[in-house]
């Protein structure tokens, strides 16, 4: 309710600008061809090609092409899909954000930016895991080559979705908010972490598994996406209380000097 009381009609106008162009990447990518996605995908394949020394072909009408390892990066590849979730919460994220006085139009700008890049990143992060996954002799009758890819990308785009999160959390405050840090007791530093880790949580399922079953995804096929979903739930909670307690445990055994940096930094800004 106090976050609402802050917003401006500005900001608003601005959350539904954010909303309305993930909506338009969404329905362009629902439309786009391997040629059409050749920004997303190109930087994609030349990051992986970087990384792993393979060399990748482009091949019209279904991606780059990597002959040796028998693998092509295709519009399914793209992660489209997570750069709207990212988008979505990274560039509302900064709008909302009452402590900063960046114009709404450079939150958008730089929540494309960060988003683009860790698009890319993840992306290339997926496919360098299913290369090596697909060679290891881990596989049996029930453990397919198939399940274990796409356990990978769930886990893979959901962590990204929380360091991507995290670094918008790390943007300095205003030097008036300085002392209302310090001032947080335990228990509210416990409950910001535990916000910290569930936004991502929440954006990602919401675009996952809410907006295709509001899509009538589950009564065209049923059974397809219960499956999906019985993958998606658990894993991505099983990766939230990860990262809450990974990011607890940080937290208590990180540097004492905090204190000492902060006062740094306010007296910074107050000279």
């Known amino acids: ?44 394949a030349s990051l992986v090609e970087f990384l792993t020394g393979e060399p990748f072909i482009k091949e019209k009408n279904i991606g780059y092409v990597s002959i040796h390892q ?12 997570f ?20 114009h709404p139009a450079l939150c958008i700008m730089a929540g494309f930016a960060a ?17 090596h996954l697909y060679h290891a002799d881990i596989y049996t009758p029930l453990i397919t080559p198939g399940k274990i890819h796409r356990l990978a990308g769930i886990a893979v785009y959901f962590i990204c979705l929380c360091f991507l999160y995290f670094g918008i959390q790390k943007i300095p405050p205003c030097p008036n908010r300085v002392d ?3 001032q947080k007791n335990k228990f509210d530093n416990y409950q910001s972490t535990l916000i910290s880790c569930l936004v991502p949580l929440l954006w990602y399922l919401l675009i996952v598994l809410v907006l295709p079953a509001l899509n009538q995804a589950f009564e065209k096929n049923p059974s397809l996406f219960q499956e999906h979903a019985m993958y998606v739930l ?3 909670f ?34």
Not at 83 to 102: D, E, H, Y
Not at 115 to 131: E, K
């Open 1 to 44: 309710m106090k976050i609402l009381n802050q917003l401006s009609a500005k900001k608003i106008a601005y959350c539904l600008l954010v909303l309305f162009i993930a909506a338009g990447l969404k329905y362009e990518y629902s439309q786009s061809t391997s040629e059409d996605l050749t920004w997303i995908l190109g930087p994609t």
């Open 70 to 81: 028998r693998i092509a990066i295709i519009p399914s590849c793209s992660g489209i899909n």
């Open 83 to 102: 750069m709207v979730t990212a988008f979505c919460m990274s560039a509302l994220a900064l709008i909302l954000s009452t402590n900063r006085k960046q």
């Open 115 to 131: 988003t683009y890049g860790m698009t890319v990143y993840a992306n290339s992060l997926r496919i360098i895991l299913s290369i």
């Open 180 to 182: 209302a840090d310090r």
């Open 234 to 236: 658990p894993v991505s």
């Open 238 to 271: 099983f990766l939230f209380v990860m990262m809450f307690l990974l990011v607890i445990c940080y937290k208590l055994v990180k540097p004492k000097q905090e204190p000492d940096r902060i006062d740094e930094r306010a007296n910074s800004h107050r000279g």
